[in-house]
């Protein structure tokens, strides 16, 4: 299974990278669309998709939180990283627009920083989050 990741878009999808997310078998986005305009541009690329409201998504019908089951590991999304990040095998948040990958208290916390507002000098980037029959993951960050 891969999946497309992508936070932050503040309103900004840019067309060169949909054809590439459209080949996912989902897209994942962990808030702060913006606006609905963009939350509909990502909707209609054709994979299903799973996202979660960001600080910033005022009146858009999303959940808060999302807890999803693939291949037998549990992911939690979220936008913005609680400070408790146990009962989930794999957390994936947005909100600070800086990548991650780390274990923190056995989770593995994800974040596949910002499409379209770049933070503190890191690039914009998105992630590939690849998850094989067995539960193994490869978590790829992709620059934009």
């Known amino acids: 299974m891969r999946i497309a990741v992508i936070a932050d878009t503040h309103g900004k999808f840019p067309a060169d990278i949909q ?8 897209i994942w986005h962990l808030g702060d669309f913006c606006d609905a305009v963009t939350l509909l541009a990502v909707r209609r690329l054709g994979p299903p998709f799973f996202g979660v409201l960001g600080n910033n998504d005022y009146g858009l019908d999303l959940p808060e939180k999302l807890t ?23 957390l994936i948040h947005g909100h600070t627009h800086i990548p991650r990958d780390e274990i923190i208290d056995g989770t593995r916390v994800l974040n596949p920083g ?12 998105r992630a590939w989050l690849e998850i094989a029959a067995d539960g193994a993951l490869t978590w790829t960050l992709i620059p934009v």
């Open 114 to 125: 910002t499409i379209g507002k770049p933070n503190k000098g890191v690039p914009p980037s």
């Open 19 to 26: 054809s590439d997310i459209r080949t996912a078998d989902e």
């Open 68 to 90: 999803l089951e693939r291949c037998g590991v549990t992911f939690a999304l979220i936008h913005i990283l609680p400070r408790d990040v146990s009962g989930t095998d794999v």
